[in-house]
């Protein structure tokens, strides 16, 4: 299975489903939070017109998949993780990012750990990414519980990224450790 045919997943509480057209008014929303804006940037999305342009944007790019985070009782988007192959790293890296009202209750840990089994044992990958804004101390708190492993720090766009990774032979050794920690949030 390629990462482009990974269309749907799901976890205990949540599912996971290939972000649509239709879903500009909730990443218009989630772009322009507080979080995004301060750890990950401002992408100038300013209306509905400009999240429908961003979102069309990133379907069309092959180097890009985000899925949408609902509750599995409740179809409203939480959050999204998403699959991201950049230019200026060697391997693909992992992201989450969720409205205020969702965080700190581990949806971000459990759909990122979903989607990293989907990407390791579905999909083949050998080896993930994450990088976080040096600042944001929850979501380097949230890579360690998953595992991932600091390996240097770099500068982009202005500001000082963590470079977290995590090798498919790591994540299934520490795979029951993991899901004692979800079971915990």
């Known amino acids: 299975m390629t ?11 949540l599912l996971m489903r290939g972000m649509q057209s ?19 940037g401002d992408r100038n999305i300013r209306s509905d017109e400009d999240a429908k342009a961003y979102v069309e944007k990133t379907l069309g790019n092959e180097n890009i998949r985000y ?18 192959k950049r230019d200026y790293l060697p391997i693909p890296d992992v992201g989450y990012s969720f409205l205020p009202g969702y965080t700190g209750k581990g949806f971000a840990l459990e759909a990122t750990y979903v989607l990293m089994q989907k990407l390791f044992f579905d999909c ?10 040096k600042l944001n101390s929850r979501s380097v708190n949230l890579l360690e519980k998953l595992c991932f492993v600091h390996q240097r720090e770099m500068e982009r766009d202005g500001k000082v990224l963590h470079v977290y990774g995590i090798t498919k032979d790591e994540f299934s050794r520490q795979m029951s450790k993991i899901e004692s920690k979800l079971l915990q949030e």
């Open 3 to 13: 990462v482009k045919e990974l269309n749907s997943f799901d976890s205990q509480r």
């Open 124 to 133: 083949k990958m050998d080896e993930l990414l994450a990088i976080p804004n």
């Open 67 to 84: 899925w949408i985070v609902s509750a599995k009782d409740n179809p409203e988007p939480m959050g999204i993780v998403s699959f991201v």
């Open 22 to 40: 239709s879903d500009f008014a909730f990443m218009n929303a989630l772009l322009n939070s507080e979080g995004f804006l301060k750890f990950v």
